[in-house]
């Protein structure tokens, strides 16, 4: 059973990403939890800095023997072990994300 309630997803969405902060550096946390899928830190359209907030992206479901699994607990992990943790000099906030991440493809 579920630790969280949750969307049918499993990205989470991470605020206070440090300026600095690359995607290498929150695979690099957030897969000791499970594979990651992607990693997002979106760019101010003008500045090109990072905006403070990141998404990380899990699998939905996995393939063992032709069985497909759908699987969060991965995500569930990351957020439960993560959350409040300091991450290159800042204190992360970590949620379920609340819909799809939003691109220049899907806009």
């Known amino acids: 059973m579920s630790r969280y309630t949750r969307p049918p997803n499993t990205s989470l969405f991470v605020r206070n990403v440090a300026d600095a902060t690359r995607p290498e550096d929150l695979r690099r ?9 992607d990693v997002y830190i979106p760019l101010d359209f003008y500045t090109r800095r990072p905006r403070g907030f990141a998404y990380v992206q899990y699998p939905l479901c996995y393939c063992v023997h032709l069985v497909i699994f759908e699987d969060v607990r991965d995500a569930e992990d990351a957020l439960y072990n993560l ?10 906030e970590i949620q379920f994300a609340q819909g799809d991440r939003k691109n220049f493809l899907t806009s």
């Open 29 to 37: 946390e957030f897969g000791r939890y499970g594979p990651i899928v």
């Open 83 to 92: 959350n409040r943790k300091w991450v290159c000099g800042r204190q992360i």
